[in-house]
């Protein structure tokens, strides 16, 4: 892949494909990762939607159990009222009787009021307690007060005595004094600690049917808020606390005020913003994710609380998103290791494609050029074969009559023979090298009919060693052949190859100074033999060296330009290759590579 990145062309094709798969990959991982966490926040989201629903029907049915329990209160103090009014009428009742009733109904106080709202005075009687007792009783000098105080009773008893009295009286405005103005028969008042669901009737009172005033009864509702307290919605937030997911529940009413909560420390606190404004106002579910100054996410979903239709406050719930949050960075950390991965893989299958591509491209250019190259050989070797043959037959006739001039022509002195000797060898040496050359052309010109069979490369070589030995001599070259014993026999037409060989050996010969060197090496390899043919000379410039195998292209004077391209035209014949190695002043390298078998 050398070449491969030497390409700038196909090198912006490569990374711009592997950005648009690195896009590719990153977008559809992302999507992924976002649909995951989206999912999950769903899921999260329906989780908080049922507990919402629990909490709903738990709500109405603590507001239904209430009301129930506070209706049936209700009718058994109005019960107990009418009675006291009766026996009061009768002239039946005393101080002891007022307090066995209270003791045995657990009341907590019973008054009977005249028309200006005060204490009727009784006859005594022989109760368990005397008036004095039954005031004691209601007082802070109780001789049992954990019995009878509430939660109501114990925090009036850390409110001044001038205040507790001013509180009492502003309540007997607001409870008796529709029943004293005969305006109602009956009243119902709420005391003690009561959240907004939980109604307003563990007071009642009644007008008095024997005379003007009413009858007061309250009672002591210490076990009923012990129950509300096991049974009702701050109970079971209580219980939901527990919960690793939940990170609070809780119960605002319609002033935004926390009535319940899973985390006490807010109970009484308001908190309000436009989200639970919208929420109240609409009367729908919503959800929104919350940022802790930790980073830490939560997701609130807040319902309003409805009871018969009508908005009583609003539930919010708050659900830790630390799973979701684990599982997208789990996600981005997966992403990153599969995607990376996955890029290493496609580039390197998109290099190997793109390499493969530009290696079929060069391999299709060198094809186009040799094809180009054949063409212009064959155009050229008609030409020269026209150009031939019509240089042929005049230059047999000069043959033929060098020879009849040499047979028939004697000078008349000694000294005119020898140089008449000289001239015709000239002309004669002359005559072979044309004809050479014309040999050649129609070598050129004409396809190659290649009688192949196993050729042994050593007997090939050992005939040129014979051949050429005279003019490696006369040259003075150090000859050298490195042939690896047992070379396997390689299928071609042993004229050609020789021609081929010789071609390449003269090049090297003409192409060496004096008291040079000349090697010729072979070695197997890649299912064929591996040839060179080394010299010392001058060497090969870069430029000559892209033309080295062109048609009539030389660097040595006189010469024909056609050696080397017929070699190659041979060699390529028989499927075999053939390059150059040279730079100048380091001699030259010319190796062929020929199959073995026959291809």
Request: aromatic share 6%; proline share 5%.
């Amino acid at each position: 892949m050398n070449g491969f990145f030497k390409d700038r062309r196909t090198s912006r094709y490569f990374l711009a494909s592997l950005a648009v798969l690195l896009l590719a990959i990153a977008g559809i991982g992302l999507l992924a990762a976002v649909k995951q966490r989206d999912n999950l926040t769903r899921v999260l989201m329906e989780e908080g939607s049922s507990l919402a629903a629990v909490l709903q029907v738990g709500g109405r049915n603590a507001v239904a159990a209430n009301r129930a329990l506070e209706n049936l209160i209700a009718q058994r103090l109005l019960d107990n009222a009418r009675l006291i009014d009766e026996l009061a009428g009768n002239g039946r009742i005393s101080e002891g009787d007022l307090l066995e009733i209270a003791r045995e109904n657990r009341l907590q106080k019973i008054e009977i009021l005249n028309e200006r709202g005060e204490p009727e005075e009784l006859r005594p009687g022989r109760g368990p307690f005397a008036w004095g007792e039954m005031m004691r009783r209601l007082g802070p000098g109780s001789p049992d007060p954990e019995r009878r105080r509430g939660p109501f009773g114990r925090m009036m008893e850390q409110i001044p005595r001038e205040m507790r009295e001013e509180m009492r009286q502003h309540m007997r405005q607001h409870f008796y004094s529709p029943l004293l103005e005969g305006k109602a028969k009956e009243a119902l008042q709420g005391f003690g600690e009561r959240q907004f669901w939980q109604g307003r009737q563990f007071g009642v009172a009644v007008r008095r049917k024997s005379a003007p005033g009413a009858i007061v009864i309250t009672a002591n509702a210490d076990y009923i808020l012990s129950f509300r307290e096991e049974v009702g919605l701050q109970k079971l937030m209580d219980d939901l606390r527990s919960d690793p997911r939940l990170r609070y529940v809780s119960l605002q009413d319609a002033n935004f005020k926390v009535v319940t909560s899973s985390d006490r420390s807010r109970l009484g606190q308001e908190e309000k913003n436009p989200f639970l404004e919208g929420i109240l106002k609409s009367g729908r579910e919503a959800s929104r994710v919350l940022d802790s100054p930790e980073g830490r996410k939560t997701l609130e979903v807040a319902a309003p609380f409805l009871v018969e239709g009508a908005p009583l406050g609003l539930f919010r719930i708050g659900l830790s998103m630390d799973h979701v949050e684990a599982a997208w960075q789990n996600a981005l950390r997966s992403l990153f290791l599969y995607g990376a991965a996955v890029l290493l893989v496609a580039a390197f299958a998109v290099g190997t494609i793109f390499s493969e591509q530009q290696a079929q491209m060069r391999r299709a250019r060198v094809l186009e050029k040799e094809a180009e190259e054949r063409h212009r050989l064959a155009s050229l070797g008609n030409l020269a074969a026209g150009v031939a043959h019509e240089v042929r037959n005049p230059l047999n006739a000069i043959g033929m009559g060098l020879q009849r001039l040499q047979r028939e022509f004697r000078p008349g002195s000694a000294q005119d023979g020898a140089e008449y000797q000289e001239i015709l060898r000239v002309i004669r040496d002359e005559v072979n090298r044309l004809n050479g050359i014309i040999e050649n052309f129609l070598t050129l010109a004409r396809p190659m009919n290649l009688q192949k069979e196993p050729v042994s490369l050593s007997t090939v070589v050992s005939e040129l060693e014979t051949l050429l030995r005279e003019e490696i001599r006369a040259k003075g070259l150090h000859w050298e052949t490195r042939l690896e014993p047992n070379l396997p026999a390689v299928a071609a037409d042993p004229r050609q190859l020789k021609q081929a060989l010789m071609n390449l050996i003269l090049n090297g010969i003409q192409a060496t100074p004096p008291e040079g060197s000349l090697e010729l090496l072979a070695t197997p390899n890649d299912r064929g033999i591996l040839l060179s043919v080394r010299d010392s000379g001058a060497g090969i410039s870069p430029e000559d060296r892209e033309r080295i195998f062109d048609p009539y292209f030389t660097t040595k004077q006189g010469g024909t330009g056609l050696g080397l391209t017929l070699a190659r035209q041979i060699i390529e014949a028989h499927a075999g290759r053939i390059s150059v190695e040279s730079s100048p002043g380091q001699g030259s390298t010319f190796t062929l590579w020929l199959p073995t078998g026959d291809e």
